[in-house]
């Protein structure tokens, strides 16, 4: 085994103990962000080593960079008509419970 | 690098590129659910979400992205044997994830939590549940190329349980940690 890709892995175990031991402590609403982080780590650290990314072609890295600016568009897309969208009625429109 | 080498690399990219794109919309519906409800995802992940089982999945398939790429290398240096062995282990704990993931499905069933069971369980089903269907094709995948002597053939197989792995790393945190 490489020694790049044993010490990625033995990193990845000592970042997923990190994330599970911090878990149980109370970080309040401080708790997801940090997990979140340490996992950005983790994935970086699989795209870099195991997937080569550190190393790609620049076509290659192209189009993880499209995939990227894609996937912000399409978020940015989902939260604007979230976001503009007129609050649901509690009741259907033109549903008139008195006449049942 | 040939020419065909790069070209096999790259459209293995691009369809990577897509399966983020389909994973990206569930994130995002994810997200806007949470912003929403924060109480609901609170409260479901503490009382019913299994943090360890959840935890021993995510370092299976932490060791499983170790190994396959410790076995794409051992191909490299056209260590055969070596490489076959690697990947087939990977297979193993790719079972292994779909054993514990199939576990939690029935205790969730026996507890009455089925996919509908409110926002949190809808998307935690649809989630893990569309990615159990990668693992599933990527266990299928990894069986069939593991005695490959084609580097770029294992190389691709192994891309895309990587991309398994990494999707896995940011469900665990939404549905079991936080």
């Not at chain 2, 990577?16 to 109480?39: G, I, K, M, Q």
């Not at chain 2, 370092?59 to 191909?75: D, E, K, P």
């Not at chain 2, 509908?116 to 990615?131: A, D, P, Q, S």
Request: include cysteine.
């Amino acid at each position: 085994m490489s020694r790049s890709i044993l010490l990625t892995g033995v990193g990845l175990i000592a970042l997923w103990a990190l994330s599970f031991g911090l878990s149980f402590a109370d970080l309040g609403h401080a708790g997801l962000p940090v997990a979140l982080a340490i996992a950005v780590v983790k994935a970086t650290l699989v795209g870099a080593i195991f997937m080569e990314l550190a190393s790609a072609s620049a076509s290659i890295r192209f189009s993880v960079l499209a995939a990227g600016a894609l996937a912000a568009l399409l978020i940015g897309l989902v939260v604007a008509d979230i976001e503009m969208r007129d609050p649901p009625p509690l009741v259907p429109p033109g549903y008139d419970a008195a006449a049942r | 690098m040939t020419q065909r080498t790069h070209a096999a690399r790259l459209g293995m990219w691009v369809f990577l590129a897509s399966e983020v794109l389909l994973f990206t919309v569930l994130f995002t519906v994810y997200a806007d659910a949470r912003a929403r409800y924060p109480e609901v995802f609170h409260h479901e992940i503490h009382a019913h979400a299994d943090k360890v089982l959840g935890s021993v999945n995510t370092a299976i398939l932490l060791v499983s992205s170790t190994l396959v790429a410790a076995g794409v290398h051992a191909l490299k240096e056209n260590q055969r044997s070596r490489a076959t062995a690697l990947v087939f282990a990977t297979v193993v704990l790719g079972l292994c994830f779909l054993g514990i993931k199939g576990h939690e499905y029935i205790d969730h069933v026996h507890h009455d939590i089925v996919p509908g069971h409110g926002i949190f369980w809808t998307l935690y089903f649809t989630m893990t549940g569309l990615h159990a269907l990668h693992v599933c094709a990527g266990v299928v995948t990894l069986s069939l190329v593991a005695r490959t002597k084609h580097v770029i053939v294992l190389e691709n197989a192994a891309l895309y349980w990587h991309l398994v792995d990494v999707i896995w790393i940011f469900l665990w945190p939404l549905f079991y940690l936080a």
